[in-house]
């Protein structure tokens, strides 16, 4: 786990002029007005060799300067139980404020390291004028800009001194399964179905596991780490961050598994979220699975229902259509365990390796059934190819012209590795070199 960093602070200070800043890219929304980062943003960072999370907590644009405080106090709390180090961004053209100082006494009430970032320092007198942010009562002040990124070196440094060193990585051979899925769909009862104990703590009220939650299963004489990334603990009416900060761990777990077990509710469909945290998990080459929990709840159920299940989600995801589903009931703990056995086939198919002289037959059978197109007057021709890579699988085509190449006969060649050789639940990369 990559340590984390969040950006907070009133709405208007230029978090996410920093956030960006940091990350180097452009990702968060910038303007004037108050509010405008609604979604939660985050991004990795690298300094001096350490790689670490930015977090940009984004404003808050009620009606009421109450409610205000309020959500910013939520902001504030959830960072700090997330983060490792907490940046509190203050606007050094406008000075101390209210807000400020409330975001200020929540900062002083604990242990995790502060430093005071006094944006908008753009000139030789602003950044003499940030030292009354000592007022708020922390050590460290950095006056930056966050447009031109004078200052931001300085404080870069100081963040990376203070980040905890990453701990060294134990050696550790039993796969790893990240369950993950909206709120309230069933990812600790599944999981404590499977260890047959009280492991998490399951109700119906959505988000009540605070922290990600690793436990050992063994299985057939096998050993698995099954990871519940269920949400945090909901707090007050502010449920914009709860969700925010548990898409952070979703990632997170995503990163670090190698097969992701999306569960989806039965009675709920299959939605846009659901959607994000598959093709994220596709983005980093993981196993998929999809579950259909709750099974149990679906009336009228007949042959043809899981399969009318199966052409829905496949039609909201055609690229996706190798992912296995598997339908089950946590709460009856029905065909939980064909969840362990399809990820037993995942695992053997993600470490699927296929040999050059096999693989070459095969694609000379594919290019002759379907030749490469003409572009501009030049044939397009595929030399030969091989897997380089299992765990995930990787394959590398050398050919003339490879940027050339169209992308719907890039998904013809996947289409026809798959209808071959299978790799059920597992992304396939394909790179294109020139030969």
């Not at 002040?141 to 134990?170: A, H, N, T």
């Not at 050789?421 to 020139?434: A, R």
Request: aromatic share 8%; net charge negative; hydrophobic share 35%.
């Amino acid at each position: 786990m990559l340590p984390v960093v969040s950006i907070v602070g009133r709405p208007n200070v230029g978090k996410s002029t920093i956030f960006n800043r940091l990350i180097g890219e452009r990702r968060a929304i910038v303007h004037d007005e108050y509010g405008v980062t609604r979604d939660r943003h985050y991004g990795e960072s690298y300094w001096n060799g350490v790689d670490f999370t930015v977090i940009d907590t984004g404003g808050y644009l009620p009606d009421d300067m109450d409610v205000m405080v309020v959500g910013i106090r939520e902001q504030v709390h959830i960072a700090l139980e997330e983060s490792d180090l907490v940046l509190f961004v203050v606007d050094v053209e406008s000075g101390i404020n209210t807000l400020d100082k409330s975001v200020a006494n929540l900062l002083r009430q604990q242990e995790k390291p502060v430093l005071v970032v006094a944006n908008k320092a753009d000139n030789e007198m602003r950044r003499l004028n940030a030292s009354e942010f000592y007022e708020l009562g922390f050590d460290e002040i950095f006056p930056i800009s966050g447009i031109s990124g004078s200052g931001s070196g300085d404080l870069l440094d100081r963040v990376v001194e203070l980040l905890p060193e990453k701990e060294p990585e134990q050696e550790e051979t039993a796969p790893k399964l990240a369950f993950v899925g909206r709120p309230n769909v069933g990812k600790s009862s599944l999981v404590n179905a499977l260890l047959n104990d009280e492991r998490s703590i399951v109700t119906d009220i959505a988000g009540t596991t605070r922290d990600t939650i690793n436990s050992k299963l063994e299985f057939d004489g096998r050993e698995y780490i099954l990871v519940d990334t269920a949400g945090l603990r909901k707090r007050v009416k502010v449920k914009e961050n709860i969700e925010f900060y548990s898409t952070v761990r979703t990632e997170k777990a995503i990163r670090e598994c190698d097969v992701a077990v999306l569960i989806l509710d039965a009675v709920r469909g299959f939605e846009d979220q659901d959607k994000r945290v598959l093709r994220e998990a596709e983005k980093f080459n993981k196993g998929l699975i999809i579950v259909l929990n709750k099974w149990d709840l679906i009336d009228d159920k007949d042959t043809n229902t899981v399969k009318e299940f199966e052409t829905y989600i496949y039609e909201s995801v055609p690229q996706l259509n190798y992912v296995p589903i598997v339908t089950i009931s946590a709460v009856n703990k029905k065909r939980i365990h064909r969840v362990i056995e399809m990820t037993d086939e995942v695992l053997r198919e993600r470490a699927k390796q296929i040999s050059t002289s096999e693989f070459n037959n095969f694609l000379d059978e594919i290019l002759h059934a379907r030749p490469l197109p003409m572009k501009r007057g030049k044939q397009l021709k595929i030399s030969y190819a091989s897997q380089v890579k299992s765990n995930p699988p990787v394959f590398k085509f050398f050919m003339n012209s490879p940027q050339d190449l169209p992308p719907n006969y890039r998904r013809y060649l996947e289409n026809k590795i798959r209808d071959k050789y299978g790799f059920t639940g597992v992304p396939i990369t394909m790179t294109f070199k020139q030969k």
